[in-house]
């Protein structure tokens, strides 16, 4: 009887086991997403405008974390003094790097175009190359390992299918789509806890990302006037209006305060 | 006279399936602060293998399979070991129980990778490996020994009873716990685990102040007191550490080395102080009477015989 029970016991953990084996989230590769706007409106090209500008931080940076990597050997060979943490760069003048800058305003009347390129995320140096990426939704992510070590890349979005797929080192670069519009999807690695990303997915084409020195482009922009947000990893969104004459160049500076970041 | 049959072997074996928990728990622990739960992103395999790379977090969570498969197979055999030998049916099934909590925790743990990790598995997976913990810590106490001799019963005429206390107290350190990994998987703010702290060290105190107020000359009831004492304390301090240790490395890339091992010995001492409440209260239903009254009949019984 005690046999039988024991028996019993074991079979029903054996079945959780394989319930659970079996159980595992269908990693589906979402298509682009019903909120994307093919049948927009086409930008007319003869009097769409652009809107540039440079975003900086106000008052003293502060000074970057400091990422040792002395938990791994090959990591530490490419870093073999800490590397600073990129979550604030701040260049000459205080420019801000890695800052995403986009049209606010409901802009669903133009038509979306998904580039037939696909945005590039790499791992190198146990690092993410860039820190920011921004593409439109719909579009291609190419992820390539050229660390000769593995690592995982596992996103945290909430309203695209979250996924964590490891890449050892000589892996074919691997492409994933964020079919839903998203911003700010924080991606880690936890193999190496310090690597940390994010990754803006967007419903429409107005956006951009800037580069070492601050400064940013949104071109193709029809004429008007709008409301541009800027993300910052560190200090969060800040807006400003922003008006684009036909054929014309608008200018938005957009500054933080490196003392509301404490 | 032994009620039971001793067995110096099993007893010890039970000592160090609980000392190997104990190591499980800090592998586990080391996982969660390094946060490499995920950084092998399939179970059972690793990898698609049996053996995965072993760098960055990647040796964090293959230890803490590693030690986890093996006390899940040390546990089969405990029980298999209680069945033939233990005459006691209450020990051999508790033995069975602590088997099927095992293998509940290798399914938590699973899910915890497979579904990438939502809060409330997390926090089930943390809270039954304290469970699991106890009942190895148990079962040590059941097979000592000291457990299986004759004792004098001792009259409890305080109130509320040692007994009850003692049990309450155990189920406050275990719901403390389970806000301590609420905070700690995301699922709460540290406000409840704050809470729970206070509650707790305010029982455990009141638990070893009954003790030494009512049974000032018991020896195992003296040894009890100052392990809630020693364990509460250290707790404190800990829990203590800790927090201040996440406040100076809140704007470092985490996780940083001391707030690691810092979190990770609070939640070590978090299991020892559980484990110890429950073997207060254990012991407090070993040695003490329910009333008096059961106590003389039980005497009279003994005398009858």
Request: glycine content about 8%.
């Amino acid at each position: 009887m005690k046999l039988r029970n024991s028996g019993y016991i074991m079979v029903a953990a054996a079945l959780a086991i394989a319930l659970v084996s079996c159980g595992k989230k269908e990693e589906t590769t979402e298509t682009p997403a019903a909120t994307m706007a093919p049948s927009g409106q086409p930008v007319d090209a003869a009097t769409a405008g652009s809107i540039t500008g440079t975003i900086k931080l106000e008052g003293t940076p502060p000074a970057p974390g400091k990422i040792s990597m002395a938990a791994e050997a090959y990591c530490a060979k490419e870093h073999p003094t800490p590397v600073p943490a990129e979550d604030v760069v701040v260049g000459p003048g205080g420019t801000l790097a890695n800052a995403v800058v986009y049209i606010s305003d409901d802009m669903s009347k133009y038509a979306v175009t998904v580039p037939s390129a696909p945005a590039v995320i790499d791992q190198k140096g146990c690092m993410y190359h860039p820190h920011v990426v921004a593409m439109v939704a719909g579009q291609q992510l190419q992820i390539t390992n050229s660390d000769a070590t593995t690592h995982n890349i596992h996103p945290l979005p909430k309203d695209n299918q979250e996924w964590n797929v490891s890449q050892p080192p000589g892996s074919a670069p691997m492409m994933k789509v964020w079919g839903r519009p998203e911003e700010a999807i924080a991606v880690k690695c936890n193999v190496h806890p310090w690597m940390k990303s994010y990754m803006f997915a967007f419903k429409n084409n107005f956006f951009a990302v800037t580069g070492a020195d601050g400064k940013f482009t949104i071109g193709n922009v029809p004429p008007g006037t709008y409301t541009i947000t800027v993300w910052q990893e560190k200090y969060g969104n800040k807006t400003a209006s922003v008006t684009v004459p036909a054929k014309g160049a608008a200018t938005a500076d957009v500054s933080f305060s490196a003392a509301s970041g404490d | 006279m032994l009620a039971g049959n001793y067995n110096k072997s099993l007893n010890r074996f039970c000592i160090g399936m609980s000392i190997l928990t104990g190591g499980l728990l800090t592998a586990g622990a080391l996982v969660t602060s390094n946060d490499a739960g995920l950084s092998i992103p399939d179970w059972p395999l690793a990898y698609n293998s049996l053996v995965p790379p072993f760098v960055g977090g990647i040796r964090y969570e293959f230890t803490h399979r590693v030690i986890a498969g093996i006390v899940a197979t040390l546990t089969v055999v405990l029980a298999a070991w209680l069945y033939r030998v233990e005459s006691r049916g209450w020990v051999r099934t508790f033995g069975y129980i602590a088997m099927c909590t095992v293998i509940a925790q290798a399914v938590l743990g699973g899910m915890t990778v497979i579904f990438r990790q939502p809060v409330p598995v997390s926090v089930a997976h943390a809270c039954v490996a304290q469970i699991f913990f106890c009942s190895l810590i148990s079962l040590s106490l059941f097979t000592s020994q000291w457990w299986q001799e004759d004792v004098t019963a001792i009259s409890d005429t305080g109130s509320p009873k040692l007994r009850a206390l003692a049990v309450w107290t155990a189920a406050a350190t275990f719901f403390q716990l389970v806000l301590g990994a609420a905070f700690r998987h995301g699922g709460s703010g540290i406000g409840p685990h704050l809470v729970g702290a206070a509650v707790v060290t305010g029982m455990v105190f009141w638990t070893a102040g009954s003790l030494r107020n009512r049974f000032p000359s018991s020896a195992p009831f003296k040894v009890c007191r100052i392990v809630l004492h020693s364990l509460i304390g250290m707790q404190l301090i800990l829990g203590g550490a800790a927090w201040w240790s996440r406040i100076i490395t809140k704007n470092a890339p985490q996780p940083m080395p001391i707030m690691v091992y810092l979190t990770v010995a609070h939640v070590v001492f978090g299991a020892l102080t559980l484990a110890g409440t429950v073997v207060v209260a254990l012991v407090s239903y070993r040695l003490l009477t329910a009333s008096l009254s059961r106590a003389v009949a039980s005497s009279r019984a003994q005398e009858a015989m």
